[in-house]
């Protein structure tokens, strides 16, 4: 079935420092989202892309979409201890739906201060 | 907007027993999800809802679970008998048809079966 794979699984920086996790699926997608989800909270949206190769910032985070549409990545420039949390890839389902979102396993950002 | 409501926030029970999840989306958002999030598995979508009516329970594992949603602004989660490896974080997430904005989540209810 589909897959969405996100690496690194923990990422451990100190705070200034910049930060990025992948994510790579195993079907081209129409479009992504990414999500943060805080300890102990609930995912929250950040962003949706959908178009090839497209770039998008939001303050310090910037997002790509992979020519191919099937890789993302969220750079995080100088990060601050209010980014901790996990963040989340979703791509939609191929089966059964197109409105579900298949997560993938996120990457867990701790920030030393 | 109060967002995505689910009750209760915690819940204890012991093997066996009844458990009932509960969620209230939000006003106008067409579309319905469960999902369970543990440390191994991550996010797994359980179930989902278009208008009220089912789509996808592929993701339920097991007869145990069953989810309703007898109308717009409410849905149920139901575990019976319930097992000590249902133990995890179950979030409900709304969003209007067409995901083109993105899901709300809840707050989710932590459960744990004893």
């Known amino acids: 079935g589909q897959q969405v794979m996100q690496i690194p699984q923990y990422q451990h920086v100190q705070e200034g420092e910049d930060f990025t996790t992948y994510c790579n699926s195993s079907?081209?997608?129409?479009?992504i989202q990414w999500y943060k989800q805080r300890p102990g909270g609930h995912p929250v949206f950040l962003i949706q892309?959908?178009?090839?190769?497209e770039v998008k910032k939001q303050k310090r985070l910037t997002f790509q979409f992979g020519e191919a549409k099937k890789n993302s990545s969220l750079h995080i420039t100088a990060t601050q201890t209010t980014d901790v949390g996990t963040y989340f890839c979703a791509g939609p389902g191929t089966q059964g739906g197109s409105e579900k979102l298949v997560f993938g396993k996120g990457t867990k950002l701790t920030v030393n201060p | 907007d109060a967002g995505v409501i689910q009750s209760p926030r915690h819940e204890v029970t012991e093997m066996g027993q009844e458990v009932t999840l509960r969620c209230k989306p939000i006003?106008?958002?067409?579309?319905l999800f469960w999902y369970r999030q543990t440390m191994m598995r991550g996010l797994e979508l359980l179930i989902y809802?278009?208008?009220?009516?089912?789509?996808?329970d592929s993701g339920m594992p097991e007869d145990r679970f069953s989810a309703k949603m007898p109308n717009a602004s409410f849905s149920t989660l139901k575990i019976q008998p319930s097992e000590p490896r249902d133990s995890a974080v179950y979030f409900c997430?709304?969003?209007?048809?067409?995901?083109?904005?993105?899901?709300?989540f809840g707050s989710g209810t932590r459960l744990t079966v004893v």
């Open positions: 006003s106008g958002h067409n579309s």
């Open positions: 809802f278009n208008n009220n009516v089912p789509i996808d």
């Open positions: 997430a709304s969003s209007p048809w067409a995901q083109r904005v993105g899901y709300t």
């Open positions: 079907t081209t997608l129409s479009n």
């Open positions: 892309l959908v178009k090839s190769g």
